[in-house]
């Protein structure tokens, strides 16, 4: 076993504001959406993917894609979409194990109310306390980061979906 490359104390201290500094931001979000527009943050996501994909509709296991969710998870989370009547599911006439999510009109209007509370909390917690070139240094080092764990994170979805996680209409309705 190789030895631990240990942080040193500079990258100890960056890595843990870093850490709260996302966890804060993410609870900070959750919280207004939940607040002001009654859904999650999980929602929130696949309504913005479907409202930007051709003819709002993607295909499930494209749509866990977009929203970086297991097909499992995202078809709880569309199930529940579907009960409040922002999403409607069908199943795909060439494969019987893959299935459409539709974002309906209903859906279209929950994110248009939901969006300019969002994006002022965004505004307002993460780019108003930033100076332009502390943004264009964010942008650069989140896409080196993604850009390093996108093949990883995509593998660990696959796995979670190989293991029986299909996603498809006769999934069962559960929170997300």
């Not at 500079?10 to 504001?17: A, F, K, L, T």
């Amino acid at each position: 076993m190789p030895t631990p490359r240990w942080l040193t104390d500079s990258e100890q201290r960056v890595w843990r504001d870093f850490s709260a500094a996302i966890d804060m931001l993410r609870g900070h979000l959750e919280a207004q959406l939940q607040r002001d527009a009654g859904m999650p943050a999980t929602y929130y996501a696949v309504l913005v993917a479907l409202s930007e994909a051709p003819d709002r509709v993607l295909r499930m296991s494209d749509l866990a894609l977009a929203t970086r969710s297991s097909r499992s998870r995202l078809s709880h989370a569309v199930a529940r979409m579907e009960a409040n009547g922002w999403i409607r599911r069908e199943a795909c006439p060439t494969d019987r194990r893959g299935a459409f999510a539709h974002l309906t009109d209903a859906g279209l209007k929950a994110i248009r109310d939901a969006a300019p509370g969002h994006v002022e909390a965004v505004r307002e917690a993460l780019f108003d306390v930033l100076t332009p070139e502390q943004v264009r240094s964010l942008g650069e080092i989140s896409v080196a980061i993604r850009q390093r764990l996108t093949p990883e994170c995509a593998g660990v979805l696959a796995e979670a979906d190989d293991a029986g996680e299909d996603g498809g209409p006769d999934r069962a309705a559960e929170p997300a």
